[in-house]
C-alpha cells in the first residue's frame, strides 16, 4: 500500500520524536549512572579513604613521634601523655568509621587482618603512657627501640594496603564511570545521525511532494488566467 504525503511527513515526525526521546534518555541515565559512580567514589573510596590516613597518621606521627619526642625532652610527660590519649581517641573514632563504611570482600580482609593487630598495637601504645608518666627515661629509650615499631608497624602495614585498595577501586569506578559516558554519547550521535537522515527524507518529501507540486499548479494557474486554455492541470 503506497503511503500519502501526509501519512509520510507525520511518519517522519513521529520518529523525529521518538529520536529526541531516545537522545534525553541515553543523557538520563548517562547521568544518573555517572552521579552514582561519582557518588561511590566520594562516599566509598575517599571519605573512607581519609578516614584511614588519620589513623595512620596518628599512629605514625602523634604515637611514635611522641615518643621520640619524650626521650629526647622536647616534650614533656603531661603534654606527651595528652598526644597519645587524644591519639588514641582518633583512631578509634575513625577506625570505627571506617568498619561501618562499604566493603569489598579484598578490603574486609585487610581490615580484618588490621583489627587482628590492633590489640598488640594499643597495649604497646598504654605501655608507653605508662612509662612515660613513670618517667624513666632508660625505660622508655628500650620501650622505643626493641617494641614500639614491631608492635605498630603491622597495624600500619595493613592500614597502606587498605589505602592502595580505596585508590585502586576508585580509578575502576572513574574508568566505570567513563565507559557509560562514552556509551551513552556514542548512543546519541547514531540516534542523532539517524534523526538527520529522516529530516532528510522529511525535506525531500516536502520539496518533491508538496512545493513542487504546488508550483506547477501555481504556474498552471497562470497560464490559465492568462488566457491559455490548452494547459494540463
Same mark, same amino acid.
Given at each position: 500500500?503506497?503511503?500519502?504525503?501526509?501519512?509520510?511527513?507525520?511518519?517522519?515526525?513521529?520518529?523525529?520524536?521518538?529520536? $529526541?526521546?531516545?537522545?534525553?534518555?541515553?543523557?538520563?541515565?548517562?547521568?544518573?549512572?555517572?552521579?552514582?559512580?561519582?557518588?561511590?567514589?566520594?562516599?566509598?573510596?575517599?571519605?573512607? $579513604? /581519609?578516614?584511614?590516613?588519620?589513623?595512620?597518621?596518628?599512629?605514625?606521627?602523634?604515637?611514635?613521634?611522641?615518643?621520640?619526642?619524650?626521650?629526647?625532652?622536647?616534650?614533656?610527660?603531661?603534654?606527651? /601523655?595528652?598526644?597519645?590519649?587524644?591519639?588514641? +581517641?582518633?583512631?578509634?573514632?575513625?577506625?570505627?568509621?571506617?568498619?561501618?563504611?562499604?566493603?569489598?570482600?579484598?578490603?574486609?580482609?585487610?581490615?580484618?587482618?588490621?583489627?587482628?593487630?590492633?590489640?598488640?598495637?594499643?597495649?604497646?601504645?598504654?605501655?608507653?603512657?605508662?612509662?612515660?608518666?613513670?618517667?624513666?627515661?632508660? +625505660?622508655?629509650?628500650?620501650?622505643?627501640?626493641?617494641?614500639?615499631?614491631?608492635?605498630?608497624?603491622?597495624?600500619?602495614? /595493613?592500614?597502606?594496603?587498605?589505602?592502595?585498595?580505596?585508590?585502586?577501586?576508585?580509578?575502576?569506578?572513574?574508568?566505570?564511570?567513563?565507559?557509560?559516558?562514552?556509551?551513552?554519547?556514542?548512543? $546519541?550521535?547514531?540516534?542523532?545521525?539517524?534523526?538527520?537522515?529522516?529530516?532528510?527524507? +522529511?525535506?525531500?518529501?516536502?520539496?518533491?511532494?508538496?512545493?513542487?507540486?504546488?508550483?506547477?499548479?501555481?504556474?498552471?494557474?497562470?497560464?490559465?488566467?492568462?488566457?491559455?486554455?490548452?494547459?494540463?492541470?
Amino acid at each position: 500500500m503506497k503511503l500519502t504525503i501526509r501519512a509520510r511527513l507525520l511518519a517522519c515526525l513521529a520518529a523525529l520524536a521518538l529520536g $529526541m526521546v531516545a537522545i534525553g534518555l541515553s543523557g538520563l541515565i548517562s547521568n544518573i549512572l555517572t552521579g552514582r559512580a561519582i557518588h561511590s567514589i566520594m562516599v566509598d573510596r575517599l571519605e573512607p $579513604m /581519609q578516614r584511614l590516613k588519620i589513623v595512620s597518621d596518628m599512629y605514625a606521627v602523634n604515637i611514635v613521634d611522641t615518643a621520640h619526642k619524650a626521650r629526647s625532652g622536647v616534650l614533656s610527660a603531661d603534654a606527651a /601523655q595528652k598526644s597519645i590519649a587524644d591519639a588514641q +581517641a582518633a583512631i578509634r573514632e575513625n577506625w570505627d568509621a571506617y568498619r561501618a563504611t562499604k566493603m569489598t570482600a579484598n578490603e574486609t580482609a585487610l581490615v580484618e587482618r588490621a583489627t587482628a593487630a590492633m590489640p598488640a598495637a594499643e597495649k604497646a601504645v598504654a605501655d608507653l603512657a605508662t612509662i612515660i608518666k613513670g618517667g624513666d627515661s632508660a +625505660a622508655l629509650a628500650t620501650f622505643n627501640d626493641t617494641t614500639l615499631y614491631p608492635a605498630i608497624d603491622p597495624v600500619t602495614a /595493613q592500614i597502606t594496603a587498605l589505602v592502595d585498595l580505596q585508590t585502586s577501586v576508585a580509578r575502576a569506578d572513574a574508568k566505570a564511570a567513563e565507559t557509560v559516558s562514552q556509551i551513552a554519547l556514542a548512543v $546519541m550521535g547514531a540516534i542523532a545521525l539517524i534523526a538527520s537522515g529522516l529530516l532528510a527524507f +522529511a525535506t525531500h518529501v516536502v520539496i518533491r511532494k508538496v512545493s513542487a507540486p504546488l508550483q506547477a499548479m501555481t504556474a498552471a494557474m497562470r497560464r490559465l488566467a492568462g488566457g491559455d486554455n490548452d494547459v494540463i492541470v
